[in-house]
């Protein structure tokens, strides 16, 4: 790989993790566990990996492995998006309770 | 313009979501809508990725579909209580997807330069940690295994001679991937046996950090695979997760008052059982469910302290049920929450937001703490440490100097429990032998069931 690539990624990894720390820091307690739950779910995104890697493989070990990639992280994705979507469809029905209150 | 252009592209869209849906998970109201975003923008980044030339499907749609199947069905049949260990679960697959991207692309291509090399070996270590360290977490926290520490000696000089054999079996084979698959495949033996290592040592009530830190670890072992095929999208939402697990766990160790270190290494709940006897003793007062009734019903003012055991006792909707009694009944009612209580961070409130308890009676260990000496009657549900004043009196207590919720400075404390035993952290808990504790034996769903029915007379 060219150094100009390399220090390219660098470039986009230094920024992602500032951004990363600034859009979580001021998370209230409440919402910690979807938060969790959700930014698990992005970790998924080895899932775009994991295509490649599956739709490119030649020998049958790889095609193993990235058959098995594909489906974990797919797992990762799908799993951790719905629960997310589960736990704050919970918090969003206090939210009305709460307006119907008022 | 050509495909690469438009996968680029649409890449840079899925980036900007992920960091647009993440914001908006910062804020109640909007939390719900920004988790749809950023799963349109993993939809679109998939979507891009499938457009690439000379990709053959019918692999890729088989493990489509498993994984899609596998995952809806877990995500709909979990249990509230369980969703620690399922979040544990859904982080592992993706530290082991992270794992077989870098060995597949080591197989592929062996003898690729030293950077792809170092990122293939990251991305295996880090993956295959995140796999192995989550399914100790969810055995853990499904009590499948012991939740208590897993001591024995020389422990650390064995996971001290496992680092040293995967960075010196990381030497050789990154000097010669081609000669070295042998060695390679050790670093994956390797790394699945420390992740095992690296979490059976920690204590059930320390999970909130692991599980924190663990999701830090599967985003970084995405960042790490994004370096081995070079793929922006992965380096930018690797980071994100790596950076919001960091955040978390550090509120986390905060929140008891340890460093991580301490909390990785300590064995913390294991040493202590010397010192339990030393610590507190005396006379504890129990409680009839009835006497609660009278206790509850003059109250002008309640406060409830869910701990851990109201997940495993499934009691909050009969507390919720209670609490709303109350409230006709004429006491102001609010629920103290620990940032640390249950296991993994925000438990609590995933629990009480299922029960439907409004999010003005919601009130964190800082706001609460302070209106402690005009509260009537608090009620602790499954929660021991947490609210264990010996960690504002008792210096060599394990956990002195961990913030704690003062339910000990209310007038009268009623105290939930099945038996005396110690919370996890194994110290006995002082606070049952007040004055003005109460202690309220049996199973708590059970106890406000029988203490609603009194109410209902």
Redesign the interface.
């Known amino acids: ?1 060219d150094p100009m ?2 220090m390219f ?1 660098f470039f ?2 230094a920024l ?6 600034e ?37 049958a ?3 193993v ?31 009305q ?2 307006g119907a ?1 008022q | 313009m050509n495909s690469i252009f438009w996968i680029n592209f649409s890449y840079i869209i899925a980036a900007v979501l ?2 647009l ?3 908006m ?5 909007s ?2 809508k ?3 975003l ?2 349109i923008a ?1 939809l679109i ?2 979507i891009a ?2 457009l ?1 030339q ?4 019918h ?2 749609i ?3 579909v ?3 199947v ?3 069905m ?3 049949m ?1 249990a ?1 209580t369980a ?1 620690p260990e ?2 544990a679960l ?2 592992g ?2 530290g ?3 794992l ?2 870098g ?3 080591y ?2 291509e062996p003898g690729a ?1 030293l ?2 090399t170092i990122s293939v070996y990251l991305s295996v270590l880090i993956g295959g940690v995140t796999f192995t360290g989550s399914v100790v977490a969810w055995g853990k926290l499904s009590e499948k295994i012991s939740s208590k520490p897993f001591l024995y000696k020389g422990q650390k000089i064995v996971n001290s001679l496992i680092v040293a054999a995967i960075l010196l079996l990381g030497l050789l084979y990154c000097l010669d991937p081609v000669a070295q698959y042998s060695a390679f495949l050790m670093i994956i033996l390797l790394s699945l046996i420390l992740g095992v290592l690296a979490v059976i040592p920690i204590g059930g009530a320390d999970m909130p950090v692991v ?2 830190l663990l ?1 830090s670890y ?2 970084l ?3 790490a ?24 766990t550090q ?1 986390m160790c905060k929140a008891m008052n340890r460093s991580l270190a301490n909390v990785l290494f300590s064995g913390f709940g294991s040493v202590t059982q010397q010192q339990s006897s030393a610590g507190a003793q005396g006379e504890v007062r129990s409680l009839s469910v009835e006497d609660a009734f009278y206790l509850l019903e003059a109250a002008q003012s309640v406060v409830f302290v869910p701990g851990y055991g109201l997940a495993v006792a499934q009691a909050q909707h009969v507390v919720q049920e209670l609490a709303q009694i109350l409230e006709r009944n004429g006491a102001e009612v609010r629920f103290a ?1 620990h ?1 640390v209580a249950g296991r ?4 609590m ?2 629990l009480l ?2 029960a ?5 009676q ?1 009130f ?1 260990m800082d706001a609460i703490n302070p209106l402690m000496e005009s509260i009537d009657v608090a009620v602790v549900i499954g929660a021991n440490d947490v609210v264990n004043p010996a960690a504002r009196n008792t210096k060599d207590s394990p956990i002195y100097g961990m913030p704690i919720i003062n339910v000990d400075k209310a007038k009268t404390v009623i105290v939930l429990k099945r038996s005396m035993a110690t919370g996890f952290a194994g110290i006995q808990n002082e606070l049952f032998f007040y004055e003005n504790t109460r202690m309220l034996f049996g199973d708590a769903k059970a106890t406000i069931q029988t203490l609603i029915a009194e109410f209902k007379n």
């Open positions: 790989m690539t390399m990624l986009i990894l992602s993790i500032f951004l990363g720390f859009l979580i820091s001021k998370v209230p307690a409440t919402l910690h566990t979807p938060l969790m739950s959700g930014s698990n779910a992005i970790s998924g995104i080895t899932i775009v990996g994991a295509l490649i890697a599956a739709g490119t493989s030649k020998t070990l790889a095609t492995l990235g058959v098995i990639a594909v489906a974990t992280a797919m797992i990762n994705v799908v799993g951790g998006y719905l629960v997310t979507d589960r736990m704050l469809a919970m918090f969003k029905k206090k939210d309770t709460q209150k | 992920f960091a849906g993440l914001k998970m910062g804020a109640p109201a939390a719900r920004g988790n749809a950023s799963a993993m980044a998939v990725t499938l690439t000379g990709l053959s499907y692999w890729i088989l493990g489509v498993i994984g899609s596998l995952g809806t877990a995500a709909r979990v509230m969703m399922m979040v859904l982080n697959s993706g082991l997807a992270s077989l991207v060995w597949i692309a197989d592929m330069p950077f792809t599980i924190s999701n599967s985003g072992a995405a960042c695979a994004g370096f081995v095929i070079q793929n922006n999208i992965l380096i930018v939402a690797g980071a994100l997760v790596g950076a919001s697990g960091i955040i978390l509120i929450i940032p993994m961070p925000g438990h409130n995933v937001a299922e439907n308890v409004p999010y003005d919601l964190e």
